[in-house]
């Protein structure tokens, strides 16, 4: 397939809008979703317009044309922690939250003095029918993640970054978080600098959610593996998960891209890992995966093994036409350079997908090029 075939077919996907400030419509088991629909566009100000309009329960298209800080806003706390993970300048230290450090790491050095923002251990709530919509690439959020929970459902994330959030420090806060909401489009959204998950789904059901043509950049000064590379990726814990992972871009990462988990169906399609020092994908019990047309370019290990759930990971042409029976088309394989195998065809998994909303699969072909040049917030 060439370059312009591909690109023209990927922007054909946001040919119709689902109200005036989105672009495109979701893929995947999110599809249908509609945010704050046609609601009159509104543009927050101040962090307190924003997050007066993100809680309340007016269906809203929210725009952002600035950044948001909140860095320093709720002050600041100090406490004690641990260094699981080792002394170095460069590793990640362990705030003691709810006795973290004495519960799972009790023989890790202690640290008796950490002062943290804040701000980034809780996100904002954001209500159901909501459309958070970022214009060109200056919307932002920094020093706080976002979080749907206790039934929020049909929201809408586009075109805005999510940076900055007590990066030194693991239970700083994470980015993006659901738990107990249905229908979910996470779309063209970069995060970068996060204390811990990217994104995380709890333990309650999040039923439908699309995560499609974000930038995760895992570069920071401080890792859980000391390295530069960001470990706490995406962790899927869902009771009754369906997540679409669809062109996103994985990059400098060393784990948890995803972390996959607790009755968890996922579909990833098109995504690149890329730069991994470690593993992207880890399958932990009831974690059901099936991956196509993805690529890894110098990736450690594609999947941590050995993995205690289901993977059907494309290996060969021969194998993916198991798929036609289930998805009405042969699965795409993947694609490797300079990484580790992933080979595993456990076609038990696909009935799960049967007769439900599964995104298309291209080719691995140009994948690479053309997800660096247009994931991310100011791509859409």
């Known amino acids: 397939m060439k370059y312009a075939t591909l690109l023209a077919a ?15 419509a979701a893929q995947g088991f999110a599809k249908g979703v509609t945010g704050g629909g046609n609601a009159p566009e509104v543009y927050p100000r101040t962090n307190e317009e924003l997050v007066s309009y993100l809680g309340d329960n007016v269906p809203r298209v929210i725009v952002l044309d600035r950044t948001f800080d909140f860095t320093g806003t709720e002050g600041t706390e100090t406490t004690s922690g641990c260094s699981p993970w080792g002394t170095g300048a460069n590793c990640q230290i362990a705030i003691n939250k709810d006795n973290w450090c004495h519960n799972y790491e009790p023989n890790a050095p202690k640290v008796n003095s950490i002062t943290y923002d804040k701000a ?25 993640g976002i979080r749907m929970v206790s039934g929020t459902r049909n929201v809408i994330i586009q075109n805005i970054a999510i940076t900055d959030i007590n990066p030194r420090y693991v239970w700083g806060g994470d980015a993006i978080t659901l738990n107990d ?6 779309d063209h959204v970069t995060t970068a600098r996060i204390a811990r998950q ?17 930038l995760f950049d895992g570069r920071s000064e401080w890792s859980a593996t000391c390295n530069g590379h960001h470990y706490w990726g995406i962790y899927l814990d869902g009771s009754n998960d369906m997540v679409t992972m669809m062109g996103n871009y994985f990059y400098n990462l060393s784990g948890r891209g995803p972390k996959v988990q607790s009755n968890t169906l996922l579909h990833a ?57 289930f998805l009405g088309r042969s699965c795409q394989l993947n694609a490797f350079g300079n990484s580790g195998p992933m080979n595993s065809a456990d076609g038990g998994i696909l ?10 699969a291209r080719p691995p072909t140009n994948i690479a090029a053309w997800t660096m040049a247009n994931t991310g917030v100011g791509h859409v």
């Open 351 to 360: 009935d799960k997908f049967r007769g439900k909303n599964v995104a298309p």
């Open 120 to 144: 980034g251990v809780l996100g904002i709530t954001v209500n159901s029918n909501k459309s958070i919509v970022g214009k060109g690439s200056a919307g932002a959020i920094k020093g706080k």
């Open 269 to 325: 399609v098109n995504n690149l890992f890329h730069n991994i020092e470690g593993h992207s994908f880890e399958i932990g019990q009831g974690g059901y995966v099936l991956a196509e047309g993805n690529v890894f370019q110098n990736v450690g290990a594609p999947v941590e093994t050995p993995y205690q759930g289901a993977l059907f990971s494309s290996p060969d042409a021969n194998t993916n036409r198991q798929c036609q029976a």
């Open 198 to 214: 990217h994104i995380v789904l709890g333990t309650l059901a999040d039923n439908r959610v699309t995560i499609s043509y974000s």
């Open 181 to 186: 909401a249905d229908l979910v489009w996470i």
């Open 10 to 24: 990927a922007a054909a996907v946001f040919a119709n809008s689902v109200n005036a400030g989105v672009v495109g």
